[in-house]
């Protein structure tokens, strides 16, 4: 859910959607849905074969934090 604050975002300008980089989920699709922890940490994803993926700042790149059930079927089979 976002704040008041958050509501009235201003939509990206040019300039900077040129600087966004799409991360290619092997796999999978996503994301569904994005949350920061308690600390301020992630943000977390989930994608569409059940993992939940984090996002490491420092190192710029997604790692998989969990998995919503270990006996979840994922296909092995890529798009």
Do not use: H
């Amino acid at each position: 859910m976002f704040s008041s604050e958050t509501s009235n975002l201003e939509p990206l300008s040019d300039a900077k959607v040129s600087q966004l980089n799409e991360i290619p989920i092997v796999g999978a699709t996503g994301p569904e849905s994005f949350a920061f922890d308690s600390l301020g940490e992630g943000p977390y994803t989930s994608l569409s074969d059940g993992r939940i993926i984090k996002w490491q700042g420092d190192k710029k790149i997604w790692i998989d934090f969990a998995v919503t059930s270990p006996n979840r079927y994922v296909s092995k089979q890529q798009p």
